[in-house]
T-cell receptor, first 116, second 111 residues
C-alpha cells in the first residue's frame, strides 16, 4: 500500500505481558515518529527516528518503553511489563525528509492497545 | 517544556457561519502544522506553515501564522457539516527532535 501501515490494529493483553507494535512507513520516507493518544486526548510524542537513529529518547514514558528502527524502514515499539495506564492508541507517522525541512507527517491508522 | 494550547476545545456551530480556532505555543518556532482527525480515524495533514506571516487556504479553511505572537489561527468560512472533526495544531522543538500537539478542537457543524 501507499500509506503508513501499522500492526496489529488491535491488541488486548494482560497486565505484565510484553507487547510489540510494528510500523511500516511510506517507502522512501526517512523520518518516522511514534505517538500515543489516550481516549479523547491529544497526541503525546514518544520518539522520532531519522534513518535508524533516534536523537532524543526522553519522550518515552518510562524505561519499559523502547523503540528501534532497522534498514531505515520498519520500526517496532516495545512495551515491557505492560500496565493498565499503557492502554491507548499508538500512532506511527512518517515524513519524506528530516523535520527541519518542514514537511507534513503521514499517519497510520494506529494500534489500539488494551491492557486488562 | 514547550506547551501548545488550543481554544476553544469544543465548538458547535451552525452551517454557514464563520469561526476561528486559535493555537498558542510557548516557545519560538517558525513552523506550525494543522491536522484533522475524524472520529475513529487517524490524522490527516491540512496545512504546513513555515514562516512568519504565512497564510494558506484550502476550500473553506484558512490557516495563518504569527511567530512573533506565537499564534496560529484556523479560520472556517461558511461552515458545512463535512467539516465536523477534531482539529489539532502542532509545533516542533527548537532542535526538531520532538513534536508537541495541542489538545485538539472538536468541531461540530450542525445542519
Amino acid at each position: 500500500g501507499a500509506g503508513v501501515s501499522q500492526s496489529p490494529s488491535n491488541k488486548v493483553t494482560e497486565k505484565g505481558k510484553d507487547v510489540e507494535l510494528r510500523c511500516d512507513p511510506i517507502s522512501g520516507h526517512t523520518a518516522l515518529y511514534w505517538y500515543r493518544q489516550s481516549l479523547g486526548q491529544g497526541l503525546e510524542f514518544l520518539i522520532y527516528f531519522q534513518g535508524n537513529s533516534a536523537p532524543d529518547k526522553s519522550g518515552l514514558p518510562s524505561d519499559r518503553f523502547s523503540a528501534e528502527r532497522t534498514g531505515g524502514s520498519v520500526s517496532t515499539l516495545t512495551i515491557q511489563r505492560t500496565q493498565q495506564e499503557d492502554s491507548a492508541v499508538y500512532l506511527c507517522a512518517s515524513s519524506l525528509q528530516a523535520p527541519r525541512v518542514g514537511q507534513p507527517q503521514h499517519f497510520g491508522d494506529g494500534t489500539r492497545l488494551s491492557i486488562l | 517544556e514547550l506547551k501548545v494550547e488550543q481554544n476553544p476545545l469544543f465548538l458547535s456551530m451552525q452551517e454557514g457561519k464563520n469561526y476561528t480556532i486559535y493555537c498558542n505555543y510557548s516557545t519560538t518556532s517558525d513552523r506550525l502544522y494543522w491536522y484533522r482527525q475524524d472520529p475513529g480515524k487517524s490524522l490527516e495533514s491540512l496545512f504546513v506553515l513555515l514562516s512568519n506571516g504565512a497564510v494558506k487556504q484550502e476550500g473553506r479553511l484558512m490557516a495563518s501564522l504569527d511567530t512573533k505572537a506565537r499564534l496560529s489561527t484556523l479560520h472556517i468560512t461558511a461552515a458545512v457539516h463535512d467539516l465536523s472533526a477534531t482539529y489539532f495544531c502542532a509545533v516542533d522543538s527548537y532542535n526538531f527532535n520532538k513534536f508537541y500537539f495541542g489538545s485538539g478542537t472538536k468541531l461540530n457543524v450542525k445542519p
